[in-house]
């Protein structure tokens, strides 16, 4: 069955403190693996896709990475605004046509 | 802001009853999915219309339903109505039939059974 998990379920972090957050994913076969950040009582809003393992991307202080079976999102430095529960999700490629498997995210909270 | 619209933002009925969810897509985008967010289950997806045709179904209950108008719109049914159907439900919409497409989603709308 194809699942993605995420850890850790909470992350608390001062201003500056670098850090990252995990999504391990188990697929038939990965067409695409999403992140997208999620304020409280908000839709998601969509950061980055990875489609291939060594890819990157980055965007101001998040950089998303992807390995065979899992991907990174790295935080440089978060400041306050960061605070949201970043959500990860998978495109397999035997799945239902477009449908996305979404892990239960991660909640950020960052300090001043 | 996506794009993505919907309506309305809260909705509060009472068992047993039928809701009506209205979905409006980004401008171009021909794809729409419905996903249910519940705080123990995380983003469930539950279907998925391409261009007016129903195009993948995930774990959604014989009680919704769901249909993809001319002007692209969608609206999803909910009808008998359980407490356990609260929940936050999003529309999304991508470009295309899905693969690989980036899906962005809509602000929500949060039902509340009582």
């Known amino acids: 069955e194809d699942q993605v998990t995420q850890s850790p379920e909470a992350l608390r972090l001062q201003e500056g403190e670098s850090s990252s957050l995990n999504c391990s994913y188990t697929v038939s076969g990965l067409r695409g693996l999403f992140w997208y950040r999620q304020d409280p009582g908000k839709g998601p809003e969509f950061l980055f896709t990875?489609?291939?393992a060594g890819e990157e991307k980055e965007k101001e202080r998040l950089k998303a990475t992807l390995t065979k079976k899992e991907s990174f999102l790295h935080i440089t430095a978060p400041k306050p605004e960061d605070s949201a529960t970043y959500l990860c999700a998978v495109q397999a490629l035997l799945g239902s046509q477009g449908n996305l498997i979404f892990g239960k995210g991660t909640k950020l909270s960052v300090k001043p | 802001d996506s794009g993505v619209t919907q309506t309305p933002k809260h909705l509060i009925t009472a068992t047993g009853q039928r809701v009506t969810l209205r979905c409006s897509p980004r401008?171009?985008?021909?794809?729409v999915y419905w996903y249910q967010q519940s705080l123990d289950q995380g983003l469930q997806f539950l279907i998925q219309y391409y261009n007016g045709e129903e195009r993948a179904k995930g774990n959604i209950l014989e009680r919704f339903s769901a249909q993809q108008f001319p002007d692209l719109h969608s609206e999803l049914n909910l009808s008998s109505l359980e407490l356990g159907d609260s929940a936050l439900y999003f529309c999304?919409?991508?470009?295309?039939?899905?693969?690989?497409?980036?899906?962005?989603f809509g602000p929500g709308t949060r039902l509340t059974v009582l």
């Open positions: 401008s171009g985008d021909l794809s």
């Open positions: 990875l489609y291939s």
């Open positions: 999304a919409s991508s470009v295309a039939a899905g693969d690989r497409d980036t899906q962005y």
